[in-house]
C-alpha cells in the first residue's frame, strides 16, 4: 500500500500530465489553424513536471518499503535515546565472536602514506587489508596487507574522519588508518581490531 505523501505526489504529477495535454490543445487551436509548436510547449511543460512529481512519488514509495523492510529485522525501540543503550562487555565480546572472517567494505583505507579503496576482513588472529576500486567486483579485490592483531596497537587516535592504529611490522612502526560513511561500522571495526583483549 502505498504511504499518503506519495500517493498525493502521484496524484499530482497524473494531473499536471493532464493539464499539459487539454493546455496544449487549447492554446494550439488558433484561428489559423493548429500550431503544433504552442501545443508541444504546453505538453512537453506538463510531462516534465508530471514525471517530476511522479519520480517524487516513487522515491518516497521505494524509501517507505526499505523503512518498513528495515523495521520488521529490527527489534521495536523508543526514540533516539536506544542508540546510546549501555551494552555490557560480555554482550560485546560475544558480538565480536560472532564476526569472525566479518567483512566490513566500502573504507578508504591509508597505510602509512598510501590511500585506496577498499575493505577489511577479520580472522581471528589477523585483519586483511583488501584493495577494491568502485567498479571492481569484490572476487577482483587485490590482498594488500595482512596485518597480525598482536602487532596492531591497543590505542588509536584520530585525525579528521580518520582512526589510525599503529602496528609494528619488520621493527618499525607503521600506520593503519581508515574512515567509512557509516557511522555504525567505526565502533564495530574498532572492537574487531582490538579483539585479542577479550582472550
Known amino acids: 500500500m502505498r504511504n499518503v505523501i506519495s500517493t498525493w505526489l502521484m496524484g499530482i504529477g497524473i494531473l499536471l500530465l493532464a493539464i499539459g495535454f487539454i493546455t496544449g490543445l487549447l492554446f494550439g487551436i488558433n484561428d489559423d489553424g493548429f500550431h503544433l ?6 505538453w512537453l511543460s506538463g510531462v516534465t513536471a508530471g ?25 521495536v525501540q523508543s ?18 565472536a560472532e564476526a569472525a572472517d566479518a ?17 577489511f576482513v577479520f580472522t581471528d588472529d589477523a585483519v586483511r587489508v583488501m584493495k577494491k576500486s568502485l567498479f ?21 587516535e584520530r585525525d579528521d ?24 561500522d567505526y565502533e564495530r571495526i574498532i572492537n574487531l581490531l582490538k579483539q585479542r583483549e577479550s582472550r
Open 103 to 119: 567483512k566490513i567494505k566500502d573504507l578508504t583505507i591509508l597505510i602509512d602514506d598510501v590511500r585506496f579503496k577498499g575493505f
Open 37 to 42: 509548436i504552442t501545443a508541444l510547449y504546453w
Open 51 to 75: 514525471f517530476i512529481f511522479i519520480g517524487l512519488s516513487e522515491m518516497v514509495n521505494l524509501l517507505q518499503k526499505l523503512v518498513n523492510r528495515f523495521n520488521a529485522d529490527q527489534p
Open 136 to 156: 571492481q567486483a569484490e572476487s577482483e579485490a587485490v590482498l594488500i596487507k595482512e596485518i597480525g592483531k598482536d602487532s596492531l596497537s591497543l590505542d588509536f
Open 79 to 96: 526514540g533516539i535515546l536506544s542508540m546510546f543503550q549501555s551494552t555490557s562487555s560480555s554482550s560485546v565480546e560475544k558480538k565480536i
Open 161 to 184: 574522519d580518520y582512526v589510525i592504529f599503529p602496528f609494528t611490522e619488520g621493527g618499525s612502526m607503521h600506520k593503519l588508518a581508515f574512515k567509512t560513511y557509516n557511522i555504525y
